[in-house]
């Protein structure tokens, strides 16, 4: 396991860390829910074997995430790692709820201080709103009392965004979304290199942009991988690409099984940073091409956009509608729209174009329309329209 060293940080990071919003589930009477047992082994399993970077958040899995975290990091484990996680500041409404929050997180993870405290997912408007409640001087009280012990934030907006938020204030740390995919989205590979000369470390949210690198791999882009003079795994070549940068300091991977967690600490054994050549670069640039052509809809599956108030599975619908193109599966996206959104009254047609997914979705996605040109083409009544 590769650690990086910063000065801000008391000891090094670990290059991987645990992130907490995609643990195992089970399937109950009364829908999904985590799987805690099997949680807890893997997140003690991943420190057991070098990782010392835990992520967790307010609402991951319904506030169940931090719960867990907290009994997992029980009997000498929260000693042994750095604990963050995030105020969910989209709730904040006057100054009294930051502290609110932060008292019963505290509580939930069974510990007297965080280590890196983020403000969660924050974009303009945000931070415009957050500001005007001096959350600066809130987050400073809460480590001058040692309730944390950084002050730092993650991110979902454009590069202009990143750089105001990232310009006010000497973070301890920022959080940001990149993988080879979403390179020039969101705080872009110039905003990841900008924190870099201002010291300020990166975490990477969403490498494998939430699984859709590591499943189903189109044809193309295997053939083009296969060309590679050392042969690895699509996940191999997305974690390495993001090590490569020295200005990332851990890789968040949701890991939602032990085997995954086995395959990321083999590949994270031997990562460096600047170990890829030219002729790598170029070998995933043309990758990122090929799956360019196919993405109708840039969805990561953050759910973000849920609850829908009318009950429309989002996320579900944006990612059939990308599969049939990504993945050749058309017949098969149309079947699943049918027998699980349809039936069970979950699909497009349901939505009352309320918008209160499009002001929370990270990736400004035109829901609304967006989900009557998808269930045209789901329900085979026409195309899917080019933008
Ligand atoms: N602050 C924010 O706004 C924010 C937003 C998003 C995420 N995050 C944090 O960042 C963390 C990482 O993001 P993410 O969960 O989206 O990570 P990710 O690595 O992009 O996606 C995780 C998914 O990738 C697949 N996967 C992982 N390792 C694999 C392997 N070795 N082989 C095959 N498939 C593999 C699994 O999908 P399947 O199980 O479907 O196969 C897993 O659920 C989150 O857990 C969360 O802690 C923060």
Not at 134 to 142: H, Q, R, S, W
Not at 289 to 307: F, H, N, R, S
Request: aromatic share 10%; proline share 4%.
């Amino acid at each position: 396991m590769e650690y990086r060293k910063f000065n801000k940080y008391d000891k090094p990071v670990s290059l991987f860390g645990i992130g907490c919003m995609r643990l195992p589930t089970i399937q109950t009477d009364s829908g999904s829910v985590v799987d805690e047992e099997k949680s807890i082994e893997m997140i003690r399993y991943g420190i057991d074997h070098g990782v010392n970077y835990i992520d967790t958040a307010y609402p991951y899995h319904n506030g169940e995430s931090e719960l867990i975290v907290g009994k997992a990091l029980k009997d000498g484990y929260r000693d042994r790692t750095y604990l963050a996680t995030k105020s969910p500041v989209w709730n904040v409404k006057k100054y009294e709820d930051m502290e609110r929050y932060l008292n019963e997180q505290l509580k939930k993870l069974q510990t007297v201080c965080i280590d890196f405290y983020l403000l969660h997912a924050l974009n303009k408007s945000r931070w415009d709103s957050l500001t005007k409640l001096n959350v600066l001087d809130f987050m400073e009280k809460a480590k001058a009392s040692g309730k944390i012990k950084y002050i730092c934030f993650s991110f979902h907006d454009d590069y202009n965004a990143f750089k105001e938020i990232i310009d006010a204030y000497d973070w301890d740390m920022c959080q940001i979304q990149m993988n080879i995919m979403d390179r020039d989205e969101q705080a872009t590979v110039e905003g990841l290199k900008y924190a870099g000369e201002k010291n300020i470390p990166v975490v990477i949210m969403e490498p494998l942009k939430g699984g859709k690198l590591a499943n189903n791999i189109p044809d193309e882009v295997k053939r083009i991988y296969g060309l590679a003079k050392t042969k690895r795994t699509p996940v191999e070549w997305a974690f390495r690409w993001l090590y490569n940068f020295p200005q990332v300091a851990v890789i968040l991977s949701g890991v939602s099984s032990m085997e995954q967690l086995k395959d990321n600490l083999r590949i994270f054994e031997n990562a460096k940073a600047n170990c890829m050549d030219e002729e790598e670069l170029a070998l995933v640039e043309k990758v990122r091409q090929a799956y360019l052509k196919e993405v109708k809809i840039p969805c990561t599956g953050c759910e973000y956009c849920l609850p829908c108030p009318q009950g429309v599975s989002i996320p579900r619908i944006f990612d059939h509608v990308n599969s049939a193109f990504m993945y050749s599966s058309e017949k098969d996206s149309q079947n699943h729209y049918r027998q699980f959104l349809i039936n069970n009254g979950t699909d497009a047609s349901k939505c009352v174009e309320c918008g209160q997914c499009e002001s929370a979705c990270p990736q400004n996605i035109p829901i609304i329309q967006k989900l009557k040109e998808s269930h045209i083409f789901l329900t085979g009544q026409g195309d899917f329209p080019d933008d």
